[in-house]
């Protein structure tokens, strides 16, 4: 087709540049940005927070924000998506290179939090994803009702209110705390 313009491939440096740009995933050949907000930002924070003061004394786990991205997907080598909040536990990164840009096996705990942009197919397509490439636990957080929908290796799904304890399950057992701790108080 005439004037038609196709994108160079990517090569392992913009991989490892891309890695470092916040936001950017690479799915399906394309660089796609995840939409924030600043509530789901703050969210993210709060999760991060409460997880990593769970870990404190255990060092159990280690707790990653956004920055760090996942590539450990069987579709596609080159595919690299970075949950808003994910936790790897300690004994699975023994002898792993920490300078890599890269977790090249998927973590224990990947944690979304839903910004108001976020179209429904898209959480549902990254969900699947991520279960089809053997994320054992995913916990999709929804700030507008307060509410975490929790996925599993074994297809089973829960969903929790305010109200509900919310418990780390096998990716961090001492953690537990009510669905209302992951959102923080509006600023008045």
């Not at 950017?24 to 969210?43: A, H, R, Y």
């Not at 053997?134 to 975490?148: A, N, Y």
């Amino acid at each position: 087709m005439p004037g038609a313009h196709v994108a160079p491939p990517l090569s392992p440096q913009d991989l490892l540049r891309l890695q470092d740009e916040p936001g950017l995933e690479f799915v399906n050949g394309q660089i796609v940005e995840k939409p924030v907000s600043i509530e789901s930002v703050d969210v993210e924070g709060q999760i991060y927070f409460l997880l990593r003061s769970a870990i404190a004394q255990t060092k159990s786990a280690r707790v990653f924000t956004s920055g760090m991205g996942y590539r450990c997907f069987a579709d596609d080598p080159l595919k690299f998506r970075k949950p808003d909040v994910s936790i790897v536990r300690t004994e699975r990164l023994r002898g792993f290179d920490g300078r890599e840009g890269f977790i090249t096996f998927p973590p224990d705990l990947a944690v979304e939090v839903v910004s108001p942009n976020d179209l429904a197919s898209e959480l549902q397509d990254m969900v699947q994803d991520y279960l089809a490439n053997g994320f054992p636990l995913i916990w999709v957080v929804h700030p507008s009702s307060k509410t975490v929908t929790i996925h599993r290796l074994d297809g089973t799904v829960a969903a929790l209110h305010q109200n509900d304890e919310i418990t780390g399950e096998s990716a961090l057992p001492n953690f537990r705390c009510k669905v209302a701790h992951f959102f923080p108080e509006p600023v008045k």
